[in-house]
């Protein structure tokens, strides 16, 4: 049975919709079983024209990064503008609080914002790291030496690790898969359409260890003396899985078995977008919105559907970007609720 730690994943990851009033100190409070003070919050404006935009408490409220292209971290005061016990305040930044427009953020926490120095590897890492859900938010200062090691501070070997320069390139991912990716970790460019890279300037063949993740000597991921922030996932049963599937071309599409109910799942394939769906916009099934998260299109409501069940999702439609026929697919996925808690307890279907 898939049991688990991690009997409420909204501890440690929630999602919450709200609609701006362009006020400034706006506060938004999540509505999970737990208080989640979020380390991470990427707010996506779900109408056209506005690029999703990306926080964390590490680099520090107001210091924000667009999740759809090259730019650089910039201070945005109406933006972010802390991380509250149960939420977070925005300003009143058309990015993050027009007023009635509608946005969703997807929120994770971390420490709280209390970060360590760590010398696990060859470039010391600022690292705070929530290690019961296996997740770490880094920041450190390339070196341009290859096979370089950055300490991720989790004990355990991460799955998915994504990395962006503050100061310009776009974001790269390195996702552990199977598949036609089998037995590798490939690099993705988590910002355009690209497929992958397997440039060993990005990322070093060196796979990922319990302590240490490797780069290349690359400007993207390790140029010398500019600043980099990185999270870095661990899958853990119940909460978290980093995967793949191969599409089968059908409106019966193929079942992908995570071992939880998901609340949010993130897929891509080569020369596709990236596209999230999650449980909190699409609260029972058939679930059709679904978001082009590496872009600044407007939610779509049609086209996308999938089910999202009790211990994993099916896919019901028939989109190249999601499942066409014969085609291999990367997925990330966070829990709403996990298949059989630790005591024995199944989650319901919807």
Request: glycine share 12%; with cysteine; charged share 15%.
């Amino acid at each position: 049975m898939a049991y688990t730690s991690i009997d409420d994943p909204s501890a440690h990851f929630q999602i919450t919709e709200y609609t701006g009033d362009g006020n400034s100190g706006r506060q938004v409070t999540n509505g999970g079983n737990s208080d989640l003070k979020p380390d991470i919050v990427w707010i996506k404006y779900k109408s056209a024209g506005v690029s999703p935009t990306w926080y964390d408490s590490s680099r520090g409220a107001t210091k924000r990064l667009y999740r759809d292209f090259n730019s650089s971290e910039a201070t945005l005061a109406e933006g972010v503008q802390s991380f509250t016990t149960d939420g977070f305040t925005v300003g009143n930044s058309g990015e993050v609080n027009s007023n009635n427009i509608p946005y969703v953020a997807w929120q994770w926490h971390m420490n709280g914002g209390t970060t360590s120095s760590n010398t696990d590897g060859t470039i010391t890492s600022t690292v705070q790291a929530n290690t019961d859900a296996g997740m770490s938010i880094m920041t450190y200062t390339g070196n341009a030496t290859q096979g370089a090691t950055v300490g991720h501070g989790l004990g355990e070997k991460p799955a998915c690790i994504i990395v962006k320069m503050r100061t310009g390139y776009d974001w790269q991912m390195r996702h552990h898969a199977t598949g036609t990716y089998t037995q590798a970790y490939y690099g993705w460019t988590w910002s355009t359409t690209a497929g992958t890279n397997s440039a060993t300037s990005i990322w070093s063949t060196t796979e990922p260890t319990t302590s240490v993740f490797s780069l290349g000597s690359g400007a993207t991921t390790n140029r010398d003396g500019y600043s980099f922030v990185a999270y870095a996932f661990v899958e853990k049963q119940g909460f978290s899985k980093f995967g793949t599937y191969t599409g089968n071309g059908s409106t019966n599409g193929v079942f992908v078995y995570t071992g939880f109910k998901p609340a949010y799942i993130e897929i891509k394939t080569a020369s596709q977008n990236w596209h999230v769906w999650d449980s909190t916009r699409n609260p029972s099934n058939v679930s059709n919105k679904y978001i082009a998260s590496s872009t600044s299109a407007a939610e779509y409501t049609s086209g996308g559907d999938i089910d999202i069940l009790s211990n994993g999702f099916k896919l019901r439609a028939t989109d190249g970007a999601w499942n066409g026929s014969g085609t291999d697919y990367i997925y990330s996925a966070f829990a709403e609720n996990p298949f059989v808690t630790s005591t024995g307890i199944p989650t319901t279907a919807r």
